[in-house]
Structure formats: structure tokens, C-alpha cells
């Protein structure tokens, strides 16, 4: 017997649903044929320079001025997966997530990066690649939404880290704005220890128009900006 109409559209929706349970949290705004991108395998055997942890918390600083040379891919796919890199078989990640919800999207606005075209990527940690978001060099247009503070102009690459609230929020009802809080500042601390280890050099950015800013970046509804992080080899 062939099921009425909305009886298989319900059966298409709910296969639909159990798939996107199976697969963890769907992209915002992913174009379902996106271009994609796959990063260099991150490396676990210390940085550059070999420091130990305790190195790179004594040596860590914002830093604001940059050389003019360009970011070695290489070195952006270890600062995306020090953010928010899957570390385990059920897709733990190196920043630790309150219920493990994983409500943290990472962007990167690469402007001066080896190899990459400028463009806007959205960062999949699943498969450690980048998706392609939108093509051209919006760093000025991203240090105009932040209050004009030109070193954000003046970084070869940004990383973007925003969320989506209502992953915590399903859980955590009101107290989900404070776990996602501290978890933009897990991740952002292992992208400031992680630069240092490799001679890098990044500042947490919070000021900036929030409206503004989604837009220029062309964000998915859902995603909130909350911390942008320059990032570059330091002038000095």
C-alpha cells in the first residue's frame, strides 16, 4: 500500500531528523554543496619552539602589531584545532563544553594566509577542514565593526568565535549564556597558548557593533559573535 502524501513527507522529515542526530550538530548556514577545504594534520608534539605549557603561559601576551608576512596554513589549522579541535572517538574537543554541546562556531577572515584565497571559512571540526562562507579581504570591513581598531586590519588572518545559544540553551535554559561565555574563553586561551608555541602572536578583541559586524560577515541568524582574535606574526 503506497502511504498518503503527508504521511511520507512525515516519514522523510523523520528520517531526515534521526540523521542529523546521528551526525552531531548540523552547520548554520553550511550550503549544502559548500566548498571545502582540508587543513595540514594538526601536530601533537609541541610547537616550534618545543616550549612546555608552563613556557607558554609565562611568555603569553596580546599582541597588537604585525609583521607584514603572510600566515603559514599550516600554522592556521593548528589555532583552529587548539580552539575547538576534536581530541576522541565521540568527538571530545581541546576546549571543554558544558554538556558537551558544543554550542562554538569558528570562523576565520583570511586576508594574507599562504595558499588560502581571502574569503570568510567557517571551521568543521569533524573533519578538520574549512567550508567556504564568502570570497574577498574583509579584514577592513571587520576592524570598522570593531570600533575602528586597525590591527585587526593589519592581521594576515582573524578568527571569529560565535555561538549558537540555543544548543546550551535546550539544556541550560537561563543559565546557558554563562556556560557559553566560559567556554569562548577556554577556547580562546588555548588559541593564545598555542600562538605563543608558534612564535605567533594574538589579542582577544570584545569590543565591537554586534549587528553590524554579523552582517558585514554575512553570519547565519543564529550564530552570535562574541570574541574576535587577530592573529599574526608579532612586528617585534
Known sequence: MTPSRPIAAFL???LAATAHGRGGHSAPGRARHAETRALPEPSREGGERGLAVEDALARRRSVREFAGDALPVAALSQLLWAAQGITGSRGRRTAPSA???Y???????????A??????YRYEPRGHELVAHSRGDLRQALAGSALKQDWVARAPAVLVIGAVHARSARKYGKRAPRYVHMEVGHAAQNVYLQAVALGLGTVAVGAFRDGRLHGELGLPEEVAPLLLMPVGIPAS
Open 12 to 14: 522523510l522529515l523523520l
Open 99 to 101: 554538556g558537551a554541546l
Open 103 to 113: 554550542p562554538l562556531e569558528l570562523y576565520v577572515v583570511a586576508g594574507s594566509v
Open 115 to 120: 595558499g588560502l584565497p581571502a574569503g570568510v
